[in-house]
């Protein structure tokens, strides 16, 4: 049994495969919600995803899989026999909240839309999250992360102060739309969790990745119809600073404020052409900086990344490296706040996981357990949750419904 | 949605925040019903009122009127405007009333600076013992590293999304404002779980978020596969490990691109079909997964060879009716274009006194019992009276001495 946290008690059934219904799960479970991820009978695609250890793929061993489904109990089900389905409407009745990130269709074509679960339970929330929405023209389109993260916006920015209005707009490394959307869901499940309280209703829960990634860049977007400018990878006007390259890696400078470029020319060492009082306007440097950037440029890269970061930064300059996953892994700062957790699998072993970025002084979320294996809990969840009796739980074994 | 069902209905947030997360944060719980008073400062004002940052709306942003700032708007729906002088013991004593008559305090400004102006978490908790305080900082409010500053963009640099974003060959690129919001989304989330416990059990409590490790988590599962195999995730611009073809390909026109991504061998039969050359589907070179990646780059020639040619609209339709996941890279005049976002009143329209009809992003959610309803961003010190008057109760006449001596304005 997991320990007491704030969501001890909330009931919720995943019905999700990769990142973003998952990752909603995990912000949920490591809070102490009781969360039962439900597997098709070969898995989470996300256990064929990787990156595995040196030991080559293995459904248990994908760190995709392992660090999205902290603190959950698994089982598995196959929806499409004749036990799945009532097997399923159980795990509606029994829930507090239903994730699910399959297509829109999906459910429904099964027999299960909002009406009939609502119908089922009451109180449900049911939290559903796919590409497009469930409304509209293209609520039936097939979205992953390349395409999404184009759709919604984000990936037309970058590579952001590009000079090469030539090459393709790209999208960010990782699984950037799939957590954007977990974590958006599982705000929006939370809200519907404290709307409850005073409704004692449940609500259904449509989330649109495409609406997520262009909620992420509102501010960029806002200045479209209003300016009738539009904001692009390629600048409108030369960066002032930004990324620049030095002795050994990149470093992002920001230096917006009149103090701050202030106290960025006395990094420099106070060289004449920058010391003179006219730059020591906004107005003044957004226009004039490409002057002295070849300068500031050559500055920077006779510096290493740690000396000048550091100097940089207790001059509260806003700058930092570009890190690798090593050198995040390797922070001091990180690991003065405790972030990252050890967490002990029977497949893998002992690995230090990406924590959380808010430590909660009365209620520290926590991994409860680490990821399960493929059915881990099918007999407690489906003998203790759901009720079948020894006899029915072994038909469902036999039949292949789990 | 009716108001009084609104989850955050009667919660009160004092919101000393500025830019881009803390205020989103806020504007989050605002949605949700919650009353936010933005409090700022006469001499500090929020500096995205000027500005979008980039791009400029004006040739000098520090002459945009305060309340014109784009994302300003975009980002303090449904608030209310307090402006103090916070360099006043009086301006910092009357912010701290409206903090203690607050369930949640948040911030996001520099470790420690919220203590120095007498509003830490301490301090505020003797007067309210069940406050919650959400202290957004850069990198948190302990570790050697807890003073330090930062912007959306640096963050994602020192999180770890900078470095596999980009081009392998180029160098890594950071993103632009949605480390921020994400960052406001999560710590929203954060401030929701906070309120459920203190619902439950009457105890409030402190979140310290750090930003920096906001972005390290959503590379969670890079971080952890490095752990296991030692090999540090490297930039490789829109390709996949696995998928081909998995690209953004040109298109007719001058910067116009479209994504397109094929898992698996069905859908890559149905893009031979679409782009008119069945034969690939049989060509050895692209019979399975394999082997398309393998020879990735011949793919990608032969499908942009089709695409240049072609209108970039025209085609997605083509490929999502056909049943694959194709998208137009969308910049901020497709996004308000699209009539599918349209369709689902993904932007809402306000009306701004001082610029007329603002056609702004929703709510990234859709509930099944109705929409939320949206109000314009405050003008700056919009709601000083009322705050003064209906929440601290001061008079007419303290009222106008606290403007004789300049704080409030």
Redesign the interface.
Known sequence: MIAAG??DGIKVVEFATM?SGPYCGK?LAD?GADVIKIEPPEGDPSRR??????TGPHPE?S??F???NTSKRGVTLNMVTAGGLDAFKRFVRWADVLIDNYPPSYLESLGLG?DEMCKLNTELIYTSIT????????AN??????????????????????VD?D??????????VG??GG??????T??????R???G?G??????L??????????????????D????RV???PPAM??M?SKDG???V?A??DHHFRAFVELMGNPEWGTTPEWNS??YR??RVMDIAPMMDEWMLQQTNEDVYHAG??K??????????????NS???A??G?FVEVDHPE?GK?????????????PPRVGRPAPLLGQHNQEVYRNCLGYSPEEFEHLQRTGTI | MQDNVLPLQGVRVADFCWVWIGPYCCKLLAMLGADVIKIEGHKRTDLTRHSVVWPLPHANTTEVPPNQGMSFNALNMNKKSLTLDLTKPEGRELAKQVAILSDVVVDNMRAGFMERIGLGYEELRKIRPDIIMVSCSSRGQKGPESGYAGYATIHHAVGGGSYITGYPDDAPCHSIADPDLMNGTTAAYATLVALYHRMRTGEGQFIDYSQCEGVTSYIGDLLLGYEMNSQIPERMGNAHLQYAPHNVYRCWGVDRWLALEVHSDEEFATLAEVIGKPELAKDPRFADMASRKENESELDRIIEEWTRARDRDWMADEFCQAGLAAAPSRDGRDLYADRHLQARNAFVTVNHPEIGELELVGAPWKMSDGEIALKRAPLLGEHSDYVLHEILGLSEADVADLRTSEVII
Not at chain 1, 49 to 54: H, I, Q, Y
Not at chain 1, 131 to 138: E, I, L, S
Not at chain 1, 167 to 176: D, F, I, L, Y
Not at chain 1, 183 to 188: E, G, K, P
Request: hydrophobic content about 40%; overall charge positive; proline content about 9%.
């Open positions: 704030p969501l990142v912000m809070m995803c990787g990156p595995f250890p040196k061993r760190a995709l392992l660090y999205n909002w590409p497009y929405g469930r409304t509209g023209p293209r389109v097939k979205g992953d992360e390349l395409t999404i993260i184009h759709a919604g916006g984000l990936g037309n920015l970058m590579p952001t102060r590009s209005v090459r393709a707009p790209v999208k960010m490394g990782g699984h950037p957590y954007h974590i958006t869901a599982a705000f929006a939370m809200s519907a969790l404290l709307g309280v005073k409704t209703c609500r259904a829960i449509d989330i649109s495409q609406e997520v990634i262009l909620a992420m860049i509102q501010p960029n977007v806002a200045g479209n119809r209003y300016h400018s539009s904001w692009s600048p409108d006007r930004g990324r390259k990149y470093i992002i920001g917006p404020e906004m107005a957004i226009n930064a207790k509260r300059i806003p700058m930092g490296p570009i890190n690798s996953a090593r050198d995040v892994m001091q700062q990180y003065a706040r972030y893998v690995y230090r996981y990406a924590g959380w970025p808010y430590q909660m002084s009365a209620t």
